[in-house]
C-alpha cells in the first residue's frame, strides 16, 4: 500500500506560477521502494473526466500531456520520496483538482491503470 498526499494548492491570477508537491510513503521503509513506481498526475474540472497531465517513470523518464508542455514541470527527489510539479504561465483552462497516482515502473495515460492516489489539492486559476 502507498500513500500519497499532494499540497501546493492555491487561488492564482493567470500567468502566475505554483508548485505542487506529492509526498509518498509505504507501510515500512524496508517494503516500500520510492524508485520501483511511476508516479503520475491527474487533473480534474468539474463536469470533465479525470486527465493525464505529467508522469515520471522508474527510470526517470517523463510524459505531458500536449495541454502543459513548455508550461509544466515534473520531477522527482528520491531522497524525500516527494514528485513536483512546477506549473508556469498557468491559464484559467487549468483549474482542477490535482491528483498524484502511483503504479509500479511505467507510467500510464489512463487514470484506471493506476492502484494508488492521494486525495487532490485544488488549484484555480484566476482571468
Known amino acids: 500500500q502507498v500513500q500519497l498526499i499532494e499540497s501546493g494548492g492555491a487561488l492564482v491570477q493567470a500567468g502566475d506560477s505554483l508548485r505542487l508537491s506529492c509526498a509518498t510513503s509505504?507501510?515500512?521503509?524496508?517494503?516500500?521502494?520510492?524508485?520501483?513506481?511511476?508516479i503520475t498526475w491527474f487533473r480534474q474540472a468539474p463536469g470533465v473526466e479525470r486527465l493525464f497531465v505529467a508522469g515520471?517513470?522508474?527510470?526517470?523518464?517523463?510524459s505531458y500531456a500536449d495541454s502543459v508542455k513548455g508550461r509544466f514541470s515534473i520531477s522527482r527527489d528520491i531522497a524525500e520520496k516527494s514528485i513536483y510539479l512546477q506549473m508556469n504561465n498557468l491559464k484559467p483552462e487549468d483549474t482542477a483538482v490535482y491528483y498524484c497516482?502511483?503504479?509500479?515502473?511505467?507510467?500510464?495515460?489512463?487514470?484506471?491503470?493506476?492502484?494508488?492516489w492521494g486525495r487532490g489539492t485544488q488549484v484555480t486559476v484566476s482571468s
Open positions: 515520471i517513470s522508474w527510470s526517470d523518464t517523463t
Open positions: 497516482a502511483a503504479r509500479l515502473r511505467m507510467v500510464s495515460f489512463r487514470d484506471n491503470d493506476y492502484e494508488f
Open positions: 509505504g507501510p515500512t521503509s524496508s517494503e516500500y521502494d520510492f524508485t520501483d513506481y511511476a
